[in-house]
């Protein structure tokens, strides 16, 4: 029940277009949800995050999705671009503050 | 504004050998992580504090590792001895105390136990 569940494991994107990677989670005391993104040889940054009460959030070309009934969220990268390719991680706050990591995803973005 | 900082950036010892980190947080910060990551794997915590206080310590392997926060500002984590299998990116980071406890990292220590 801790667990959050991410998909693709890895993704190749043509540049321009859409990224899209998929979590879910059964745990209902989760009550924030950031993405990080990980460029080899760094730590993870926080990219975009959203509370379970919103149902989209959007930062320039970066979306998360939100389904609280579905409990899946999902993060839409738009104009994918080649300094897109990193590892993206979602992730999920529990009311203790601790992070619970998703598996991450590889993604490409072909030029 | 700075952000966390850490180091060394890399690290190569002799198996047996000891070894420490050392992690700065963004200022203001009163929670302090420490996390390590194996290549392609998400990070895994190792102890957090609150302020000088170890608040969850329970994925802290104690027989070999420790860690210490002194004055509620900078970090230690030390490995004594290494063991091969601890070759891994050692992550601090750290949240402002408030919900919803958004975490910021820092870029790591890699290090390789040979």
């Known amino acids: 029940q801790q667990q959050v569940k991410q998909s693709p494991q890895s993704l190749i994107v043509q540049k321009g277009g859409i990224s899209i990677i998929n979590c879910a989670y059964e745990?209902?005391?989760?009550?924030?949800f950031p993405w990080y993104q990980q460029f080899p040889g760094k730590g993870p940054a926080l990219l975009i995050a959203i509370r379970p009460d919103v149902s989209e959030k959007k930062e320039g070309r970066f979306t998360i999705s939100f389904n609280k009934s579905a409990k899946q969220f999902s993060l839409h990268i738009m104009d994918s671009q080649p300094g897109d390719s990193a590892t993206y991680f979602c992730a999920a706050i529990h009311s203790n503050y601790q992070l619970i990591w998703g598996a991450g995803t590889k993604l490409i973005i072909k030029p | 504004e700075a952000g966390v900082v850490q180091s060394p950036r890399y690290k190569i010892i002799e198996k047996k050998q000891p070894v420490a980190f050392w992690c700065n947080p963004i200022?203001?910060?009163?929670?302090l992580y420490w996390y390590l990551q194996n290549l392609g794997q998400g990070p895994e915590l190792l102890i957090r504090y609150e302020n000088e206080e170890a608040v969850d310590d329970s994925q802290l392997p104690k027989d070999r590792f420790s860690a210490e926060r002194l004055k509620g500002v900078d970090s230690t984590l030390k490995i004594q001895p290494a063991e091969l299998g601890d070759s891994a990116v050692y992550l601090c980071?750290?949240?402002?105390?408030?919900?919803?406890?958004?975490?910021?990292f820092g870029p790591g220590t890699r290090l390789l136990v040979l």
């Open positions: 980071a750290s949240s402002p105390g408030l919900p919803p406890q958004t975490q910021y």
């Open positions: 200022s203001g910060h009163n929670t």
């Open positions: 745990n209902t005391a989760f009550d924030y």
